[in-house]
């Protein structure tokens, strides 16, 4: 079984920073990728960055520039995902979830983590 435990959100003036914590326990055997994505109030779930077990990286147009994605893989059971957001802006106000994407042949399964509130003060 998965677990995934975030941490590090909270309430920052607009230009601010916060960086998010997530971490991952348990097997990462077919572990294909670890993300982070928001959820506005009255908005859709959107994928904020990802992170492959190779290193590479992904970001939302929005994002780019302002946030980093890292992880620190160091123990083989757990796996530790960091999000430095940068000059923060009031529309990056959201609940950021953390994601762990499993994946084999055809077959896949997502675990998330229960939310961080995010809120960006201006």
């Known amino acids: 079984q998965v677990q995934l435990v975030e941490s590090g959100g909270g309430l920052v003036q607009v230009g601010g920073s916060l960086t998010l914590s997530c971490a991952a326990s348990g097997s990462m055997f077919n572990l294909n990728h670890m993300g982070w994505y928001r959820q506005a109030p009255g908005k859709q779930r959107e994928l904020v960055a990802t992170?492959?077990?190779?290193?590479?990286?992904?970001?939302?147009d929005s994002v780019k520039g302002r946030f980093t994605i890292s992880r620190d893989n160091a123990k083989n059971t757990v796996w530790t995902v960091y999000l430095q957001m940068n000059s923060l802006k009031p529309e990056d106000t959201a609940v950021y979830y953390c994601?762990?994407?499993?994946?084999?042949?055809?077959?896949?399964?997502?675990?998330w983590g229960q939310g961080t509130q995010v809120t960006v003060s201006s």
């Open positions: 992170i492959t077990s190779g290193g590479s990286t992904n970001y939302a």
């Open positions: 994601n762990a994407h499993y994946s084999i042949g055809v077959l896949s399964r997502d675990y």
